[in-house]
């Protein structure tokens, strides 16, 4: 799951000139400045860009004067991507909140909307979203298991300060009963495709 993609003017005729936009109630850098049903601001300030996410989200993000298209980063970057993506998967599927809170950043953009069973997007601090993730009737039950595997990768720098990340992702989840056996069949195993496809998230988590 993941965050996406200058243009500045002035405008002066003769001894026109245009008052300088108030950008004193914008919102700042990674604050969400757009989307359906969206009534807060819609611009961003100084340094920072609104770029639209998605139908519903759209984000301020660091400006770059840097022409359109990928950017390069060094191997050390791409390391560290890695390094970043394996300890997202320890955290999930460690229920480890210190280490989710460790890599995130001040705000976190959870977009499921091409999921039908949940069909939202969620902007919040790491902490509400590992709160509201890990709930006990959610991913949060300790008989629940997951195992979220990283396939292949690659990385694409869209500004200054930001990276693309796409994953081949295989999510494995184990359910315990209560007389400490595992159910048989497709379920025992069941994937996030089950949610993707059929928009029942019972399939994945059910009840024990």
Same mark, same amino acid.
């Given at each position: 799951m993941a965050i996406q993609r200058f243009l500045m003017g002035l405008l002066s005729l003769g001894v026109l000139a !245009?008052?300088?936009k108030d950008t004193s109630t914008c919102a700042n850098l990674w604050g969400?400045? /757009?989307g359906e049903t969206w009534t807060g601001p819609y611009c961003c300030t100084a340094g920072s860009t609104c770029k639209v996410q998605n139908r519903w989200y759209s984000q301020c993000l660091a400006t770059t004067a840097t022409s359109? /298209?990928?950017l390069?980063?060094?191997l050390a970057d791409e390391r560290s991507f890695h390094e970043l993506s394996y300890k997202w998967s320890i955290a999930w599927d460690r229920k480890d909140k210190s280490t989710w809170l460790a890599i995130t950043a001040p705000q976190v953009v959870a977009d499921y909307a091409d999921y039908p069973a949940v069909g939202t997007v969620t902007i919040a601090s790491p902490d509400?979203?590992?709160t509201h993730s890990f709930t006990v009737t959610g991913l949060g039950d300790?008989? !629940? /298991?997951?195992q979220h595997f990283l396939g292949a990768s690659f990385f694409t720098r869209t500004n200054a300060t930001e990276v693309k990340g796409d994953w081949q992702v295989r999510a494995r989840h184990v359910r315990? !009963?209560?007389?400490s056996t595992q159910p048989s069949g497709t379920l025992a195993l069941s994937s996030s495709f089950f949610v993707a496809t059929t928009g029942r998230p019972e399939d994945i988590i /059910?009840?024990?």
């Open positions: !245009l008052p300088a969400q400045c /757009g359109d /298209g990928p390069e980063y060094s509400d979203i590992f300790k008989r !629940l /298991g997951t315990t !009963l209560s007389n /059910g009840s024990f």
